[in-house]
T-cell receptor, first 115, second 110 residues
């Protein structure tokens, strides 16, 4: 089954404790991205990757890191989490970013609470 | 920065009613997508429209892309409780990332 898998689904942690949210897709997609979703603000892009070893900042990259060492994996790293990073996070992938009508396939989300 | 606005923000209706939600921007997009998101899940693509004036139908859902490709609408006929969810529009341009609107949260009461 074609899917985007995120882990963990839920995480409660404390300020400053480094964490990683993993994302994996099995569709051989070139393009992957991370979003955060906050009430009234919709989905805002954090980072994206056009292909292996190619990553770039989205609209809200501060406080986050990503890596793309393999095509299927795109982890999101919070080196020193702060309470304002409490949010619902989604990983997404699509065949290519070059053609604007490509559908994005989303994971089921990671609800992150930073105390 | 390209922005998308959606209206209404919230909508609560009775089963069987018709409704229209809107997605507007001051920017032109080469394509526009509509997604539906249910609680505890990620957004799922409903449709992509790419031509100004284009109309697409998906069962009881009708999507229209504005002639100037700056706006779009989603019309639901005879809404059902299964239509409940958050409806998101996303605008895209060639070689660029998609921009998402804040969403319309629809509740259809039985």
């Amino acid at each position: 089954e074609a899917q985007v898998t995120q882990n963990p689904r839920y995480l409660i942690t404390v300020t400053g404790k480094k964490l990683t949210v993993t994302c994996s897709q099995n569709m051989n997609h070139e393009y992957m991205s991370w979003y955060r979703q906050d009430p009234g603000l919709g989905l805002r892009q954090i980072y994206y990757s056009m292909n292996v070893e190619v990553t770039d900042k989205g609209d809200v990259p501060e406080g986050y890191k990503v890596s793309r060492k393999e095509k299927r994996n795109f982890p999101l790293i919070l080196e020193s989490p702060s309470p304002n990073q409490t949010s619902l996070y989604f990983c997404a992938s699509s065949l290519s970013s070059v053609y604007s009508n490509q559908p994005q396939h989303f994971g089921d989300g990671t609800r992150l609470s930073i105390l | 920065t390209q922005l998308l606005e959606q209206s209404p923000q919230f909508l609560s209706i009775q089963e069987g009613e018709n409704l229209t939600v809107y997605c507007n921007s001051s920017s032109v997009f080469s394509s526009l997508q509509w997604y539906r998101q249910e609680p505890g899940e990620g957004p799922v693509l409903l449709v992509t429209v790419v031509t100004g004036g284009e109309v697409k139908k998906l069962k009881r859902l009708t999507f229209q892309f504005g002639d100037a490709r700056k706006d779009s609408s989603l019309h639901i006929t005879a809404a059902q409780p299964g239509d409940t969810g958050l409806y998101l529009c996303a605008g895209g341009n060639y070689g660029q990332n998609f921009v998402f609107g804040p969403g319309t949260r629809l509740s259809v009461l039985p």
